[in-house]
């Protein structure tokens, strides 16, 4: 017999990893596991027995790289390993399981270098596309733009008004977040 599946649509930003694990331990409380996410930010979940379990999410280039012994860590210290996503890899762990409060970052400071490693890997080049690429055609769309005369270039024009502000939010929502966690932690 087939176990019951449920795919949910959910955006969760750069920064919003820790709302991300969030929604996967609620789903699990709830009696969906996680399976594994996919482009689009679709979540694919499969029944189970409902149970607390601690998801984490670790945005690490160098564990990619020698995943062996970055994923034997984790092992070691009782997490399951999920998947690897856009960077992140995805680590679950039941309460029933754990010694107190237990989490992959050991303080504050090593979520900093994990949050650190996501500016350097994704943030940056997200700012190269934005200002090589985004900002000229957008400039260009808008400085000759000729209102009603071409509806290929009225629709470009839209699209990429679009992409420019969402860009722009990423990159608001992202510094805001980032200050503000360097700002709690005494940075």
Known sequence: M??????CF?????MDYEKEADFLRKMHKKGWKFVKVSLGGFYGFEACEPEDVVYQLDYNPDGVKHQNEYLQMFKDCGWEYMQDFAGYS???KPVSEMDGDESIFCDDESRLDMATRVVRGKVIPLLVVFCCCIVPQF???T??????EDAVQ???????GAVFVLYLV????????YYQFKKKIGR
């Open 154 to 160: 009225n629709m470009l024009a839209i699209l990429l």
């Open 10 to 14: 959910r955006f969760f930003s750069i």
């Open 139 to 141: 400039l260009m769309n």
């Open 90 to 92: 995805y680590f679950r």
């Open 170 to 177: 990423v990159f608001i929502q992202f510094g805001i977040k």
């Open 2 to 7: 087939m176990k019951e599946t449920k795919t």
């Open 143 to 148: 400085i000759h733009y000729n209102r009603g």
